[in-house]
């Protein structure tokens, strides 16, 4: 057979070939790769001719010689594995090299330090510039969203960061590139929609990992003091993982409309806590602390313990009871997995067991569970617990014992004076050299008859905007540009016409949106708001309830007098007549406004 089969060969392929592939090519042309790899193999570099020897001995040693078919295919097969071969060891290889001389660090989005790289990003000149960028108003993890963020504003915050892909930058004077891309967890499609998993990884030329360190402390620095004036919430995710989900503005302690002497006791106590670790231990008690806020809802409770975790610079973990994802266990595992200092707080504490005895009820935890979760020898050091109940007669006595509760504050409706006082924080006015120089207004003179004994409430009532005894002179400044001394005269007014600890702060909050811009009407209708709370029902901008837990309340009163199902849920809006008069008001004094600037 040998020499007789060949239908190309090296002259007919034009190809001088050398005298030691003479076989090697004959065999070649029998496994019917013919030309192909004849030609390839005759233009392969000098070290290939010792790969085409090598195949060659190889098939004569097994005596495969003279069995072309054979021998064809052994040949093809021995220089696929050594090729293979040769592709495995050159990408070790440069992985080898790549490891020697460039430096990467990998982010994943299911880590919070992919956040601080994307904020850190959202900020770099790059991304200011790129051609490719993403635009995205949040900084979004796998299974979060951080921001929501300074959504005070009517436009959201929006962050340009570079588009998936590759980048180049330069960070303190060194190039370095960024790889950003997305990847659709396994097993996900559109519809079931995974949340996609995002990977960046940065890369700069060198041995020495401290350029990229570097970056990182930066931006997680940057990520925690744009925390710095913002308390974090984090929740429970469905694997029983804490998840961040928000931060707010730190909310100032003052816009709390409470008992001072409790405020300031409930904060003296949290910093005396805090501060106290060592006492902690040399008596070998364990490091927490127990808060308890009972009260009607809409009184503040939740409002509170923002404003204390601001004041104390810490984060909230909040833990939903009712959370069908919720067992024993995870929760102990959450309580476990809170950092040393931080506000652990359970919000309406009651509802989970309540929710147990019904029927459908699918909780996971059981009492012991959460017992031993707040207080097991797993549990956190350090934390503070606030819990919060609308019933505090339902709770267990075993879930309110010193050592698990050691502070317990009623929160109580408003009394007068606390109405007053949410009114100037509501209204807060700057006090203006026009109004103090400015003539005493109808209002104040108002306020001095009833100082005087006489009745407001008629009068508050009656007659036209014009003869309103709170209307005001034209001002240079807008109808809400009140003197602070105007605003406290209004907002006696405002007190004086509110029975004592009968709505809570949330109702007369409600009712003071109603009139954002106008204290003055709020104060002519607040009366009737207070007829109208208990006896008719409207729909509209203050949501006002009745507490049917607080026996002492005068709401129950107001109830009982109207005959009224105390379960009704009441909402003011005004009749229409009332929204007449406000337009008009609000007309007028835009006439008067635009009077004083000509
Ligand atoms: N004492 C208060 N001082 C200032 N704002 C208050 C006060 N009480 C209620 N509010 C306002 O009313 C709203 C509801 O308050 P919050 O959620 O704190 O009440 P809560 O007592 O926790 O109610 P619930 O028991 O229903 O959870 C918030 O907008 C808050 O700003």
New binding site residues.
Partial sequence: MRGATPMVTAATAGITRPHHLVGFGRNVLVGGLALTCHRGYATLPEGAHDVGKLVLSATEKIGLGDNQFAAGGFQLALLGGILAGIRVLGSYALEYLKKRVVVTAEFDSRDESYSWILNWLSDHPYSKTATQFSVSTTIARGAQKINGEGGDSAVSATYFLPAPGLHFFWFKKRLLWLYRERVRPNGSSVATSGAAVENISISTLGRSRVLIQSLIMEAQLKFIDRDKSRTVIFQADQYGAWRRTKSRPKRPLD????DAKLKNYIIDDAKDFFASESWYAERGLPFRRGLL?Y????????????ALAGELGLNIYVVNLSSKNLSDDTLSELVSDTPSRCLLLI??VDAAFIQRESKDAATGITFSGLLNAIDGVSAQEGRMLCM???HLDRLDEALIRPGRVDVRAR?GK?TQS?AQE?FV?FFPQPVSTDDLTSKPTTAMKKTEALDDGVSGSESHMSGSIDASPISLPPSPKSAINLARQQTEMLAAQFAKAIPDQVF???QL??FLMGYKKTPELAVKHVEEFVRLAGSVEVSGTAKIGHDDNDNENKGEKIQQDTQEDPEKQYYWEGGEEQQKERQKFREEKECERRASLK
């Avoid at 816009?255 to 409470?258: A, G, L, R």
């Fill in positions: 816009t709390i409309v409470m806020l009260g009607s809802p809409g009184t503040g409770k939740t409002s509170f313990i923002h919000e309406d919060t109940t609308n929160f408003a606390q949410l924080k809570s702060i949330a909050q409600g």
